[in-house]
């Protein structure tokens, strides 16, 4: 599946601001403009990401065994819109010398929540 470019409302079930559970929710949206930090949280630990810059796209892929959540610089296939569209999508264009910067952290915590959970 590529990309569109297409923005849609978030909102059901592809709203996670709350943190609901995922169960057997499977997604593979990009959000274009996600803030940092995210936090996914398990029975007993929690994981954070921070990203810089922010907000940014972020993409979330959700497969029946895993998860994968992915902060980017600019949304997927973001070079093959239409020119006009690229900067909005976070396309930067750098001359020699120039730079762009971004950061991630990972912060991963046990919690206090029984596994009973």
Do not use: H
Not at 48 to 76: D, G, K, M, N, Q
Request: proline share 10%; glycine share 6%; aromatic share 4%.
């Amino acid at each position: 599946m590529v990309p569109t470019g297409a923005v849609e409302a978030v909102e059901g079930r592809t709203d996670l601001r709350a943190g609901p559970r995922l169960g057997v929710r499977r997604l593979d949206l990009a959000y274009v403009a996600a803030r940092s930090p995210v936090v996914i949280t398990w029975p007993d630990l929690e994981l954070r990401i921070a990203f810089e810059p922010s907000p940014a796209p972020l993409v979330v892929y959700t497969p029946a065994a895993s998860i994968c959540v992915e902060p980017l610089t600019a949304t997927p296939n973001a070079l093959a819109l239409a020119p006009a569209m690229r900067r909005s999508a976070g396309v930067r264009i750098l001359a020699a010398g120039d730079s762009l910067r971004a950061g991630m952290t990972l912060a991963l915590e046990a919690t206090d929540t029984p596994s009973g959970y």
